[in-house]
T-cell receptor
Framework: ETGVTQTPRHLVMGMTNKKSLKCEQH?????MYWYKQSAKKPLELMFV???????ENNSVPSRFSPECPNSSHLFLHLHTLQPEDSALYLC?????????????FGPGTRLTVL | QQQVKQSPQSLIVQKGGISIINCAYE??????FPWYQQFPGKGPALLIA?????SEKKEGRFTISFNKSAKQFSLHIMDSQPGDSATYFC?????????????????FGTGTLLAVQP
């Protein structure tokens, strides 16, 4: 595996379900991000982890819970979601401390909340 | 102040034509302006980026034009090809200084869906 991988690629869940999204980066980076991508809206930054520490929580509802056990893995735990949470969830990674540190994105998880 | 406004929302160009996508920003502290390209089923990928100390940057058929006084920047795709059909996002950020815990927080535009017709 190379780059940034995300699983599952598609997820359908009910409002009472609990599920988790997984992201893994194979680039040796030390920063990881969760973004929400909705149609006709800018990518919304949700969370940032730097050296496994959360450095950004962009006013995300508590029904989204991130976890970063190490620099290579990032999870997004989902519970009691709403239909408006249906979107493409993108994970990205970058190397902090590098000028113009490019963010590398995974392919995303397409989430549908029924 | 944190918004990046992108236009047009969609664009249809004939093969061989020039595609132009525009972005405007408000925050004069922004000092990094990347363009990302996203194909269906894929995540965005960095296409080209510019810093405000230059007015133009060219990489192959892709050129960023930057107007600091107008707080605008644009992407030009010369000799557009059907393979360029994708969604393009502009973004802006303040480059973090090299200290631990700082990350490049990108503010994205709403995206432009480009279709290049053969």
């Amino acid at each position: 595996e190379t780059g940034v991988t995300q699983t599952p690629r598609h997820l359908v869940m009910g409002m009472t379900n609990k599920k988790s999204l997984k992201c893994e980066q194979h680039l040796g980076h030390n920063a990881m991000y969760w973004y929400k991508q909705s149609a006709k809206k800018p990518l919304e930054l949700m969370f940032v982890y730097n050296f496994k520490e959360q450095t950004e929580n962009n006013s995300v509802p508590s029904r989204f819970s991130p976890e970063c056990p190490n620099s290579s893995h990032l999870f997004l735990h989902l519970h009691t979601l709403q239909p408006e949470d249906s979107a493409l969830y993108l994970c990205a990674s970058s190397q902090e401390g590098v000028v113009d540190n490019e963010q590398f994105f995974g392919p995303g998880t397409r989430l549908t909340v029924l | 102040q944190q918004q990046v406004k992108q236009s047009p929302q969609s664009l249809i160009v004939q093969k061989g034509g020039i595609s132009i996508i525009n972005c405007a920003y408000e925050n004069t502290a922004f000092d990094y302006f990347p363009w990302y390209q996203q194909f269906p089923g894929k995540g965005p990928a960095l296409l080209i980026a510019i810093r405000p100390d230059v007015s133009e940057k060219k990489e192959g058929r892709f050129t960023i034009s930057f107007n600091k006084s107008a707080k605008q920047f644009s992407l030009h795709i010369m000799d557009s090809q059907p393979g360029d059909s994708a969604t393009y996002f502009c973004a802006a950020s303040i480059i973090p200084r090299a200290y631990r815990g700082a990350t490049n927080k990108l503010i994205f535009g709403t995206g432009t869906l480009l279709a290049v017709q053969p």
